[in-house]
């Protein structure tokens, strides 16, 4: 099993930063992909940002150029520079063992003000 906890979501003003962290516990030897998903009220959630154990990263188009996603050992971090108001959701951290268990967190709130 995996074990995220998600840390650093708050409320900014547009074309502010935030940075998210999430921290991996448990079976971390075994997760190949972790990233970052978002959902805000009434839609479906959506991928932000992925980084693969060998290190590459895949991003929204909504988010590219702004969002920087980066891999410490078992820690994922997500760096968001000039936030939008339609950058406000629930940031979801999400990792992915080799063999396909799929875990999520627990979710934390980014608001962005206009």
């Known amino acids: 099993q995996v074990q995220l906890v998600e840390s650093g979501g708050g409320l900014v003003q547009a074309g502010g930063s935030l940075r998210l962290s999430c921290a991996a516990s448990?079976?971390?030897?075994?997760?190949?992909?972790m990233g970052w998903y978002r959902q805000a009220p009434g839609k479906q959630r959506d991928v932000v940002a992925i980084i693969h154990s060998g290190g590459p990263t895949n991003y929204a188009d909504s988010v590219n150029g702004r969002f920087t996603i980066s891999r410490d050992k078992s820690t994922v971090y997500l760096q968001m520079n000039s936030l939008k108001p339609e950058d406000t959701a629930v940031y979801y951290c999400?990792?992915?063992?080799?063999?396909?268990?799929?875990?999520w967190g627990q979710g934390t709130q980014v608001t962005v003000s206009s």
């Open positions: 999400n990792a992915v063992q080799w063999h396909g268990g799929t875990w």
């Open positions: 448990g079976s971390t030897l075994s997760i190949d992909v």
